[in-house]
Protein backbone atom coordinates (compact mmCIF):
# COMPACT_ATOMS: atom_id res chain seq x y z
CA UNK A 1 0.00 0.00 0.00
CA UNK A 2 2.87 2.66 0.71
CA UNK A 3 4.44 1.43 -2.75
CA UNK A 4 1.07 2.23 -4.52
CA UNK A 5 0.59 5.38 -2.53
CA UNK A 6 4.15 6.81 -3.42
CA UNK A 7 3.70 5.95 -7.06
CA UNK A 8 0.46 7.61 -7.01
CA UNK A 9 1.80 10.44 -5.32
CA UNK A 10 4.55 11.13 -7.73
CA UNK A 11 2.44 10.59 -10.99
CA UNK A 12 0.13 13.70 -9.57
CA UNK A 13 3.11 15.65 -8.98
CA UNK A 14 4.76 14.89 -12.03
CA UNK A 15 1.71 15.41 -14.14
CA UNK A 16 0.66 18.70 -12.74
CA UNK A 17 3.64 20.12 -12.40
CA UNK A 18 4.28 19.94 -16.62
CA UNK A 19 3.23 23.53 -18.08
CA UNK A 20 0.03 23.44 -20.04
CA UNK A 21 0.75 24.63 -23.40
CA UNK A 22 -1.31 27.47 -23.26
CA UNK A 23 0.22 28.54 -19.64
CA UNK A 24 3.44 28.60 -21.82
CA UNK A 25 2.67 30.49 -24.52
CA UNK A 26 3.01 34.33 -24.00
CA UNK A 27 0.00 36.31 -24.76
CA UNK A 28 0.21 39.26 -26.75
CA UNK A 29 -2.03 42.51 -27.29
CA UNK A 30 -4.54 42.91 -29.30
CA UNK A 31 -3.24 44.91 -31.58
CA UNK A 32 -3.12 44.29 -35.49
CA UNK A 33 0.45 44.21 -36.07
CA UNK A 34 0.68 41.43 -33.70
CA UNK A 35 -1.62 39.38 -36.30
CA UNK A 36 -0.28 40.77 -40.19
CA UNK A 37 1.50 37.12 -40.52
CA UNK A 38 -2.24 36.45 -41.59
CA UNK A 39 -2.12 38.44 -44.66
CA UNK A 40 -1.34 37.01 -47.78
CA UNK A 41 -3.16 35.51 -50.77
CA UNK A 42 -4.08 31.85 -49.18
CA UNK A 43 -5.82 29.18 -51.02
CA UNK A 44 -7.26 25.48 -49.65
CA UNK A 45 -9.66 23.13 -50.26
CA UNK A 46 -13.13 22.87 -47.73
CA UNK A 47 -16.45 22.06 -48.21
CA UNK A 48 -15.79 19.38 -51.07
CA UNK A 49 -14.45 22.86 -53.16
CA UNK A 50 -11.56 24.78 -53.37
CA UNK A 51 -11.23 27.78 -51.40
CA UNK A 52 -9.38 31.29 -51.73
CA UNK A 53 -8.60 33.95 -48.78
CA UNK A 54 -7.02 36.77 -49.82
CA UNK A 55 -6.20 39.17 -46.05
CA UNK A 56 -4.62 42.65 -46.68
CA UNK A 57 -2.27 44.27 -44.65
CA UNK A 58 -2.77 45.98 -41.34
CA UNK A 59 -3.89 49.70 -42.81
CA UNK A 60 -6.17 52.53 -41.44
CA UNK A 61 -6.98 50.35 -37.98
CA UNK A 62 -8.23 47.34 -39.98
CA UNK A 63 -7.16 44.06 -41.79
CA UNK A 64 -9.72 43.18 -44.79
CA UNK A 65 -10.14 39.89 -46.80
CA UNK A 66 -12.34 38.52 -49.65
CA UNK A 67 -13.19 34.79 -49.36
CA UNK A 68 -15.26 32.58 -52.02
CA UNK A 69 -15.65 28.70 -52.30
CA UNK A 70 -15.97 27.42 -55.37
CA UNK A 71 -17.58 23.65 -55.94
CA UNK A 72 -17.78 22.08 -59.09
CA UNK A 73 -15.86 25.24 -61.30
CA UNK A 74 -18.78 27.38 -59.85
CA UNK A 75 -18.83 29.97 -57.16
CA UNK A 76 -20.91 28.64 -54.12
CA UNK A 77 -20.66 31.99 -51.74
CA UNK A 78 -18.32 35.03 -50.52
CA UNK A 79 -17.56 36.24 -48.04
CA UNK A 80 -16.25 39.98 -47.17
CA UNK A 81 -14.17 39.64 -43.57
CA UNK A 82 -12.53 42.89 -41.26
CA UNK A 83 -10.48 42.68 -38.15
CA UNK A 84 -10.82 45.75 -37.27
CA UNK A 85 -9.37 47.48 -33.42
CA UNK A 86 -12.01 48.13 -30.59
CA UNK A 87 -11.44 49.75 -27.94
CA UNK A 88 -8.58 48.06 -26.12
CA UNK A 89 -9.32 45.03 -28.20
CA UNK A 90 -9.62 42.98 -31.36
CA UNK A 91 -13.00 41.80 -33.69
CA UNK A 92 -13.74 40.30 -36.56
CA UNK A 93 -16.76 40.56 -38.21
CA UNK A 94 -18.10 39.36 -41.97
CA UNK A 95 -21.03 39.15 -44.03
CA UNK A 96 -21.73 36.16 -46.41
CA UNK A 97 -22.92 36.58 -50.05
CA UNK A 98 -24.91 34.29 -52.36
CA UNK A 99 -22.62 33.87 -55.98
CA UNK A 100 -24.94 36.60 -57.04
CA UNK A 101 -23.39 38.65 -54.38
CA UNK A 102 -27.20 39.10 -52.56
CA UNK A 103 -26.31 38.88 -48.96
CA UNK A 104 -27.16 36.15 -46.32
CA UNK A 105 -27.39 38.56 -43.63
CA UNK A 106 -29.83 41.63 -43.56
CA UNK A 107 -28.17 44.86 -44.59
CA UNK A 108 -26.98 46.06 -40.78
CA UNK A 109 -26.05 42.52 -39.45
CA UNK A 110 -22.52 41.22 -38.84
CA UNK A 111 -21.16 37.89 -37.79
CA UNK A 112 -19.32 38.99 -34.51
CA UNK A 113 -16.40 37.20 -33.44
CA UNK A 114 -14.58 38.95 -30.30
CA UNK A 115 -11.01 37.87 -29.52
CA UNK A 116 -10.41 35.76 -26.88
CA UNK A 117 -6.49 35.82 -27.20
CA UNK A 118 -3.43 36.14 -29.41
CA UNK A 119 -0.17 34.17 -29.20
CA UNK A 120 2.61 34.63 -31.37
CA UNK A 121 1.25 31.49 -34.17
CA UNK A 122 -2.23 31.85 -33.07
CA UNK A 123 -5.08 34.15 -33.12
CA UNK A 124 -8.31 32.97 -31.24
CA UNK A 125 -11.41 34.08 -31.67
CA UNK A 126 -14.69 32.92 -30.40
CA UNK A 127 -16.10 30.39 -32.72
CA UNK A 128 -12.53 31.43 -35.05
CA UNK A 129 -8.97 30.60 -34.85
CA UNK A 130 -6.06 31.05 -37.06
CA UNK A 131 -3.22 29.15 -36.61
CA UNK A 132 0.45 29.44 -38.06
CA UNK A 133 2.00 26.71 -39.27
CA UNK A 134 4.62 28.61 -40.88
CA UNK A 135 5.00 31.36 -43.26
CA UNK A 136 3.62 29.81 -46.20
CA UNK A 137 0.64 28.14 -44.70
CA UNK A 138 -1.92 28.55 -42.22
CA UNK A 139 -4.90 26.81 -40.69
CA UNK A 140 -8.41 28.23 -39.73
CA UNK A 141 -10.67 26.48 -37.80
CA UNK A 142 -14.82 27.72 -37.76
CA UNK A 143 -17.06 26.84 -35.35
CA UNK A 144 -20.13 25.84 -37.53
CA UNK A 145 -23.10 25.85 -35.32
CA UNK A 146 -25.92 23.03 -37.13
CA UNK A 147 -29.65 23.35 -36.54
CA UNK A 148 -30.40 20.72 -33.95
CA UNK A 149 -27.90 22.72 -31.61
CA UNK A 150 -24.51 20.67 -31.78
CA UNK A 151 -21.67 22.26 -32.90
CA UNK A 152 -19.04 21.25 -35.55
CA UNK A 153 -15.02 22.52 -36.20
CA UNK A 154 -14.25 23.16 -39.77
CA UNK A 155 -10.58 23.14 -40.91
CA UNK A 156 -9.19 24.96 -43.84
CA UNK A 157 -5.77 24.57 -44.30
CA UNK A 158 -4.71 26.99 -46.01
CA UNK A 159 -1.12 27.66 -48.35
CA UNK A 160 -0.05 30.80 -50.04
Not at 63 to 72: E, G
Not at 84 to 99: A, D
Not at 116 to 127: A, D, L, P, Q, R
Request: charged share 25%.
Amino acid sequence: MKHFLAIAITAVTFFYGLPCKAQTEKTLEPKLENIAWISGNWKGEAFGGITEENWSEPSGGSMMATFKLIHNNNVSFYEIEIIRQLENTLILQLKHFHNDLKGWETKDETVDFPLKYITKNKVVFEGMTFEKVNDNEMNVFVDMHEKDGTVNTIKFNYTK
